[in-house]
């Protein structure tokens, strides 16, 4: 049977993971933690796999986000030690050559068996293009550079013969790279544009787009989104492709014991400093805007960086995801404040709910103490 509703485990190379938090039980980075959460969900059956790039913290006393395991290194060491689920790296495009990237990409699949995948980026940090020394170009140039960057990139992992290539930003004389990548016709590409540029280039190249969905918003409208970017894709460039969507969990027998725990998490233990490094426009303000509204906002950054919230009980969750399935997601990359203790709950507690659903396949739940 395949799974209606695909799953994914997001950030785990993040010291906190994806939580601006000083709670005692956050996720806490080490290779040993790193590697028992891939172990399990890879066990679990989860399809993806998929670290942030980030080079620099986003502020706050935990250093948010800025302690980390490169994503390239990071798929190299959990493709060794997991069997089934499709391991991605998160690469910034404007911080790495494309003929040395599709080398240790092409290196990584084989060391996964054909199971690499690829989750390009563009960054939006400008503090870290400066620890580059360069600064970061304009919101429609970093899409022209990218879009020449993975051109280049398909063609090192396909093309037989040796090619040139000349563009606005890179110029490729005898272009050549071997072995081939094992995951034919080449490993798959994640992209999270989200303007219209960015939807385009996903539109032209992701096998998976990455996309954000507002709290509160509904069935039909995330339908419409969704039928529209596929409509892009099939009508611009005869393409398709599947859709992912990320959450925050936390699960609880009662919903509101789950919102118990969300409030300690974010706001009695929050790292409430990182809002002060965050784009202004990420919480609302002024006039006619309530508190609870930018309450809600501060949450949504603290915890998941904008990821939907899933926060309730098994069924709920359950209810929640499957609303997302009908409105056309295929997969959904999951953040916990623990990982460890959220997979193990996860299948124990909402998995059996999932298949009951028709949304996963019966699998045999691994022991997760």
Known sequence: MTNKLKLGTFATNL????????????????WPTVRRVAE??????????VPLARWGGLGGITNYCGT????LTWAAGLSAV?????????????????????????????????????????????????????????????YRYAGEWIEIVK??????????????????????????????????IMQAGQSGTGARFAAKYADIAFQGVNEGETVEDIRRHFAALRKLARDEFNRSFEIWIST???????????IRYRDYVLEEKGDLAV????????????????????????????????????????????????????AGADGVLLTFVNYEEGLRDWMRDIHPLLEQAGLRAPVQIPVMA
């Open 15 to 30: 010291d906190g993971g994806f939580t601006a938090t000083t709670a005692e039980e956050r996720h806490r980075l080490s």
């Open 40 to 49: 399990r969900a890879d066990e679990a059956g989860f399809e993806l796999q």
């Open 68 to 71: 980390n395991y490169e994503g």
């Open 82 to 142: 997991t069997e089934r689920s499709q391991i991605f790296a998160t690469v910034h495009v404007p911080v790495i050559h494309p003929i040395v990237a599709a080398k240790q990409m092409t290196t990584i699949d084989h060391i996964s068996g054909g199971r690499f995948g690829l989750n390009l980026v563009c960054g939006w940090f400008p503090p870290e293009f400066k620890m580059f020394g360069s600064p970061m170009m304009d919101h429609d140039s970093r």
């Open 155 to 188: 063609k090192l992992w396909t093309a037989e013969e040796e090619f040139d290539f000349e563009g606005e930003f890179f110029k490729i004389v005898k272009g050549q790279s071997s072995p081939k990548p094992l995951c034919k016709p080449h490993p798959p």
């Open 248 to 258: 925050w969990v936390i699960c609880r027998p009662t919903e509101a014991e789950a």
């Open 275 to 326: 809002l002060d490094s965050m784009p202004p426009n990420l919480i609302p303000s002024g006039e006619g805007v309530s508190p609870e509204i930018i309450r809600a906002a501060r949450r949504k950054v603290l915890g998941g960086f904008g990821g939907l919230h899933l926060i309730g009980t098994p069924a709920q969750i359950v209810e929640r995801l499957s609303a997302f399935a009908d």
